[in-house]
């Protein structure tokens, strides 16, 4: 059965000059974090690296969103932290047997293991992981749909993935399902319409003043 909404903030969009307090004004409402981390070379774009994640101060736990090239490379730098949970890109590990090797990694560290793919990406490319979910090392804790093509914040909404998300949760009724890219209320139903039960959420919640209302509209 599909769990509670879960809203995650996305930094990405905060006030990076008044980031801690940007963090605090979200912390009483939501219920993950979420830090994009980009290489520039997976996506154009550079931010967040482990010297400024560790300074981050918050009681929410932290959602790492690796867009790089080599997060096999990365990982253990994240884990050090003792973030929560971390998700890669199936496009920046294509194979399956890479793919369950870094979930059996993160796992093993107490961390939960996310697959992220893009929108023009097919289920098919992490069918070798998701066929088979349950309880174990080799499998995601969630999978993160991108809504938009990742690198830029505030981007426009693409359609087309709500069916992926409507055939991911009929394949997986348990399973969570993130989604991320141009999220606002609107969108937000439906996502949660399609079956997603985790919803990230950048401009659309720090880009307003009323950070409480606009995640309460997010949950439904």
């Known amino acids: 059965m599909q769990s509670a909404i879960l809203i ?9 000059q008044n980031l801690q307090s940007e963090i605090e004004s979200v912390e009483p409402h939501a219920d993950w974090l979420q830090v994009d981390v980009m290489d520039g070379h997976f996506v154009p774009n550079l931010s967040f690296g482990t010297p400024a994640i560790k300074n981050l101060k918050t009681k929410l736990p932290l959602d790492i969103h690796l867009m790089v090239s080599n997060p096999a490379d990365r990982i253990e730098e994240f884990l050090k932290l003792g973030v929560f949970n971390i998700t ?26 996310g697959i992220a793919i893009n929108p023009e990406t097919s289920l098919d490319s992490i069918a070798s992981i998701t066929s088979t979910i349950s309880n174990t090392s080799a499998t995601p804790d969630l999978v993160l749909c991108m809504t938009v093509n990742p690198g830029f914040g505030g981007q426009k909404f693409i359609p087309d993935v709500l069916t992926k998300i409507k055939e991911l949760r009929l394949l997986h009724p348990d399973i969570m399902i993130q989604v991320d890219g141009g ?13 997603a039960n985790n919803l990230v959420a950048g401009s659309y919640i720090f880009g307003t003043d009323d950070r409480e209302g606009a995640i309460r509209l997010l949950r439904g």
């Open 183 to 195: 999220i606002n209320a609107e969108t937000g139903r439906l996502c949660r319409e399609a079956g």
């Open 8 to 16: 995650t903030p996305s930094i990405l969009s905060a006030n990076f």
């Open 88 to 113: 890669f890109h199936a496009e920046a590990v294509p194979n399956p047997g890479e793919q369950k090797h870094l979930m059996e990694v993160i796992r093993s560290k107490g961390c939960t293991a």
